[in-house]
């Protein structure tokens, strides 16, 4: 993520919103019986495996282009909204530009809002 952070400032002036996305994803894991903190996840239907969050930079309005920052475990004791606000606020205490975050519908809830105070 610092080296990420570091070519931005290389390259965008420090009043540049960059613009970040957030995602909270699946992994099944259903048969792994002595994986620790495994988890129920959503992902087209309840499945039993552990959740990921990622926040990723996207450099360019046009492309493909998505620059993992973070890509963290959620634990059984967090929840993908705890997550992805704590990511959001450690890539805004790195950035010297303004961020722009965008997530889908997980997020759009009180919950997500108070999260981030």
């Known amino acids: 993520m610092l080296l990420y952070f570091q070519q931005l400032q290389e390259e965008a002036s420090p009043t540049e ?3 970040v996305a957030i995602d909270h994803t699946a ?3 259903a048969d792994a019986k002595t994986l620790q903190d495994r988890t ?4 087209k ?3 039993i495996g552990q959740g990921y969050s990622t926040i990723a ?3 360019e309005a046009e492309g ?8 963290e475990r959620i634990s059984s004791w ?6 992805a606000a704590s990511q959001l606020k ?3 205490e790195q950035s010297i530009n303004p961020v722009l975050a965008v997530l889908d519908a997980e997020y759009g809830n009180a919950n997500w809002v108070l999260a981030l105070f």
Do not use: D, F, N, T
């Open 57 to 59: 930079w996207i450099p």
């Open 45 to 47: 239907g309840v499945i």
């Open 40 to 43: 129920h996840e959503y992902h």
């Open 17 to 19: 919103h960059i613009l």
């Open 90 to 92: 450690l890539v805004c």
């Open 27 to 29: 992994w099944g894991r």
């Open 78 to 83: 967090s929840s993908p909204i705890e997550k």
């Open 64 to 71: 493909s282009w998505a620059l993992p920052l973070l890509h």
